[in-house]
Every structure is written in structure tokens, then in C-alpha cells.
């Protein structure tokens, strides 16, 4: 089994409420921010960093991201019908698509300045000491976010949830753990309080600013981060 990540599991099946109106007939994913798709945003952080293995989740309005991602070569689809899987769940569904071994993981409702995540992660990641990296940001560095934050983090990496970093939806997971979960539709945090246990879940943060394009008004703030980045 590899120990270094070589697939990544890329989450578009969500209903995207709270953008209200604007995901009533398109789903979220497929929302333009400066002028691309934030799916088409997510792909080129994964072309950049060139894993083999490439899935996306769909469920809602599935067939649109279906349309939008035909022809892609080394692109697998994991169709989630009759129920969304959650984020857990639609992993574990995936997992004959990714194959064995550690696993990238990218929301893609996000947009990213400065270092490329899954370059981040990579070089961080440490097989023998971890079960899961969670790429973080500090708040100050985090737009389009409410709240006091995911995880404190101790001076060899390991985490702990309290007020302090934020998760930014960017991560590397074995994947095995999976399988001991009895729930057919979970959430992650449910293999993360796992590796909390076994104290094998880790950080690393991000060095440069990212936005959380979870509502209406965040695609401005996301638009304008990327035009100072593109300016510096």
C-alpha cells in the first residue's frame, strides 16, 4: 500500500443553500467566481499538483457537473443517489475509484491565494506519525468565515478542537477507519474524532489568504482577493 497521497476526492454533491437563489437551478460548484467555475478553480489546484487518481462527488443537479467535466481524462465521477452521503459517507463510496493508501480531500466552494494546498500538505505529511493532515489557516487570513475557529494546535503539529485555526476544507486522510464507521451518510468530523483519539490528527497552515465562498457576498471578497494576488 502507498503511503504518500496519489488520489484526490474533490466534494461538489451539496445543495449549496445558503447561496439561496443563486443554486436553485445550478449547483454550487459550478458558480463563477472571476469569470470560472469554483470547480474549474479546484481543478487547477489538482492539475497543478498532478495526482493520478482524480474523483468528484455529485448528487445535486448532478447532471450539470456531469456536462461540465465530460472529456476530462483520469477523471472519475461518484454518483451519490437516492441520498446524499455527507462527506464521510461519499468518501468511503469513492474509495474503489481512489484506490488504497492516504488520500487528498478538497471542498471546492473555496478560493486559494499563495501556495499551492495539496504542495502544502505533501510536504508536511508524515506517514509514520499521522492518520490525517487538515490544511489551516489563521483567521486573520480567512475571508468569507464567521466563527472562533477549528483547532488549536500543539508545537508538534498534533490538534485539538477549541477557538483557534481554521479548517480550510483542504486535507490528506487514510482512509481505512472508514469502514469501522456503522452510519451509511456521516460526516468526516467522525474519523477525525478517531484520530483525535489515537492522537495521529495533525496540522499544517496555509501561507497564504483563503476564502470561504459560502454565501452571496463572498464571491466579490473571493473575486477581489484574486485580483490582489494577481496584482502583487
Given at each position: 500500500?502507498?503511503?504518500?497521497?496519489?488520489?484526490?476526492?474533490?466534494?461538489?454533491?451539496?445543495?449549496?443553500?445558503?447561496?439561496?437563489?443563486?443554486?436553485?437551478?445550478?449547483?454550487?460548484?459550478?458558480?463563477?467566481?472571476?469569470?470560472?467555475?469554483?470547480?474549474?478553480?479546484?481543478?487547477?489546484?489538482?492539475?497543478?499538483?498532478?495526482?493520478?487518481?482524480?474523483?468528484?462527488?455529485?448528487?445535486?443537479?448532478?447532471?450539470?457537473?456531469?456536462?461540465?467535466?465530460?472529456?476530462?481524462?483520469g477523471l472519475d465521477i461518484s454518483h451519490?443517489?437516492?441520498?446524499?452521503?455527507?462527506?464521510?459517507?461519499?468518501?468511503?463510496?469513492?474509495?474503489?475509484?481512489?484506490?488504497?493508501?492516504?488520500?487528498?480531500?478538497?471542498?471546492?466552494?473555496?478560493?486559494?491565494?499563495?501556495?499551492?494546498?495539496?504542495?502544502?500538505?505533501?510536504?508536511?505529511?508524515?506517514?509514520?506519525?499521522?492518520?490525517?493532515?487538515?490544511?489551516?489557516?489563521?483567521?486573520?487570513?480567512?475571508?468569507?468565515?464567521?466563527?472562533?475557529?477549528?483547532?488549536?494546535?500543539?508545537?508538534?503539529?498534533?490538534?485539538?478542537?477549541?477557538?483557534?485555526?481554521?479548517?480550510?476544507?483542504?486535507?490528506?486522510?487514510?482512509?481505512?477507519?472508514?469502514?469501522?464507521?456503522?452510519?451509511?451518510?456521516?460526516?468526516?468530523?467522525?474519523?477525525?474524532?478517531?484520530?483525535?483519539?489515537?492522537?495521529?490528527?495533525?496540522?499544517?497552515?496555509?501561507?497564504?489568504?483563503?476564502?470561504?465562498?459560502?454565501?452571496?457576498?463572498?464571491?466579490?471578497?473571493?473575486?477581489?482577493?484574486?485580483?490582489?494576488?494577481?496584482?502583487?
Open positions: 500500500m502507498r503511503d504518500m497521497p496519489d488520489a484526490v476526492m474533490l466534494f461538489a454533491a451539496g445543495f449549496g443553500t445558503r447561496m439561496g437563489e443563486l443554486t436553485r437551478t445550478r449547483p454550487k460548484p459550478l458558480l463563477p467566481v472571476a469569470g470560472r467555475s469554483l470547480l474549474d478553480h479546484a481543478l487547477d489546484l489538482v492539475e497543478a499538483a498532478g495526482p493520478s487518481r482524480q474523483v468528484v462527488n455529485t448528487h445535486y443537479l448532478a447532471d450539470q457537473i456531469a456536462t461540465h467535466l465530460a472529456g476530462r481524462p451519490e443517489a437516492p441520498e446524499i452521503l455527507e462527506t464521510g459517507g461519499g468518501l468511503r463510496k469513492a474509495l474503489p475509484l481512489l484506490g488504497d493508501g492516504p488520500v487528498f480531500t478538497l471542498n471546492t466552494d473555496a478560493i486559494w491565494t499563495g501556495a499551492n494546498p495539496f504542495d502544502t500538505l505533501r510536504a508536511a505529511w508524515q506517514p509514520e506519525r499521522m492518520d490525517g493532515l487538515l490544511l489551516l489557516v489563521r483567521p486573520e487570513s480567512a475571508h468569507g468565515h464567521a466563527g472562533k475557529g477549528d483547532f488549536l494546535q500543539g508545537e508538534d503539529g498534533r490538534i485539538r478542537r477549541g477557538p483557534g485555526a481554521i479548517y480550510t476544507g483542504a486535507q490528506i486522510l487514510r482512509t481505512d477507519m472508514l469502514h469501522e464507521i456503522p452510519e451509511t451518510a456521516f460526516s468526516l468530523n467522525l474519523l477525525w474524532d478517531r484520530m483525535l483519539a489515537r492522537g495521529r490528527l495533525h496540522g499544517v497552515l496555509h501561507s497564504g489568504a483563503w476564502c470561504d465562498v459560502g454565501r452571496p457576498e463572498s464571491i466579490a471578497t473571493a473575486e477581489a482577493l484574486l485580483a490582489e494576488a494577481a496584482d502583487a
